[in-house]
Every structure is written in structure tokens, then in C-alpha cells.
């Protein structure tokens, strides 16, 4: 892992925008999976933030995390998230946002088939597959002072799908 150096002490916020969807049941995933998987969710995570946690510290500043809407519905074949909230408070907020599928590079491979792109639409209550610019605007916001008051919180950008699906 490549460490992230900075030297800019006005830092304000990061968000850690990085994710994979690898889903395999647990007779099937090897440590080469979990390797992986550690390395780009969370070790890659951690070095981002701690090359800029002074400058997030001193500047009382925010930290957005990406996840899935599989974290609060627990659905098969999906891993472990954790949150670094308590740690860094009361100087750094941390927040995750959980989207659903969401019209994406990574998820091409799973919508390219028209029928089961409407079929995983048709499963989230607003009938639609999420974008990109869905999730932007929560980050954007929790990126900013408007939300000083919010941290530790995984927030569902998902059509609805984690409670009421």
C-alpha cells in the first residue's frame, strides 16, 4: 500500500469514493479474495485518512466512507464494514453512505443483460437503478459544515431498497 503523503493543512474533507462488488458465497472465497478485498476497502481507506488526519483534525473536518446497501439488510454473499467514528471524534466526523446497484463501471458485467438490469430496478421500491450523482450529492453534503451535527452513521442511498423491500 502506497502511503498518502500530505503536505496541504487546509484540508477540510475526503471522501474515500473506492469499492468492488466481488460476491461469492463463503465456501468459494479464498484468501487471495479477502486480500483483495481488505487491500482496496479498508487498508487503502486507512492510509488515505491518516495521510490527511491532522489536517482533518485540526480543521474539525469529515470523512466519507463508500459501502452497501448490504450493510444494514444483510444479504447473502456480502462482507463486514466497520467505521473509525469513534475514534476520531469529537475532532473528525466519519460517515458511510450504503448505495444500491447503481449504474456504474463495476457494475456493467451485472446489467449489460437488459432483463436483469429491470429485474434489480423493479426490486427497489422507486423502480429504478441509482446513479452516480445520487450518492455525490449526500458526500458533497457530509463533506461540508452543514452536517457537523452527523457522524458514525451508515445512510442508505439505495431507492428504498434496505427498508422497505
Given at each position: 500500500?502506497?502511503?498518502?503523503?500530505?503536505?496541504?493543512?487546509?484540508?477540510?474533507?475526503i471522501?474515500?469514493?473506492?469499492?468492488?462488488?466481488?460476491?461469492?458465497?463463503?465456501?468459494?472465497?479464498?484468501?487471495?479474495?479477502?486480500?483483495?478485498?481488505?487491500?482496496?476497502?479498508?487498508?487503502?481507506?486507512?492510509?488515505?485518512?491518516?495521510?490527511?488526519?491532522?489536517?482533518?483534525?485540526?480543521?474539525?473536518?469529515?470523512?466519507?466512507?463508500?459501502?452497501?446497501?448490504?450493510?444494514?439488510?444483510?444479504?447473502t454473499?456480502?462482507?463486514?464494514?466497520?467505521?473509525?467514528?469513534?475514534?476520531f471524534?469529537?475532532?473528525?466526523?466519519?460517515?458511510?453512505i450504503?448505495?444500491?446497484?447503481?449504474?456504474?463501471?463495476?457494475?456493467?458485467?451485472?446489467?449489460?443483460?437488459?432483463?436483469?438490469?429491470e429485474?434489480?430496478?423493479?426490486?427497489?421500491?422507486?423502480?429504478?437503478?441509482?446513479?452516480?450523482?445520487?450518492?455525490?450529492?449526500?458526500?458533497?453534503?457530509?463533506?461540508?459544515?452543514?452536517?457537523?451535527?452527523?457522524?458514525?452513521?451508515?445512510i442508505?442511498?439505495?431507492?428504498?431498497?434496505?427498508?422497505?423491500?
Amino acid at each position: 500500500i502506497e502511503k498518502v503523503k500530505s503536505d496541504i493543512s487546509e484540508i477540510k474533507g475526503i471522501a474515500y469514493c473506492v469499492g468492488s462488488i466481488d460476491l461469492k458465497p463463503l465456501r468459494m472465497v479464498t484468501e487471495a479474495d479477502m486480500n483483495k478485498c481488505m487491500k482496496l476497502n479498508l487498508y487503502s481507506a486507512i492510509e488515505a485518512i491518516k495521510g490527511f488526519q491532522e489536517s482533518l483534525k485540526k480543521n474539525k473536518g469529515s470523512v466519507v466512507l463508500f459501502s452497501t446497501v448490504a450493510a444494514q439488510r444483510g444479504f447473502t454473499n456480502h462482507t463486514i464494514i466497520v467505521t473509525l467514528a469513534a475514534e476520531f471524534a469529537p475532532h473528525i466526523r466519519v460517515n458511510c453512505i450504503a448505495p444500491s446497484l447503481s449504474k456504474s463501471k463495476i457494475a456493467e458485467p451485472m446489467l449489460k443483460n437488459p432483463a436483469i438490469a429491470e429485474g434489480i430496478a423493479k426490486a427497489h421500491p422507486l423502480k429504478r437503478l441509482g446513479e452516480g450523482k445520487d450518492s455525490a450529492a449526500l458526500a458533497k453534503f457530509l463533506i461540508t459544515e452543514e452536517s457537523s451535527w452527523i457522524t458514525g452513521q451508515i445512510i442508505a442511498v439505495d431507492g428504498g431498497r434496505s427498508k422497505l423491500s
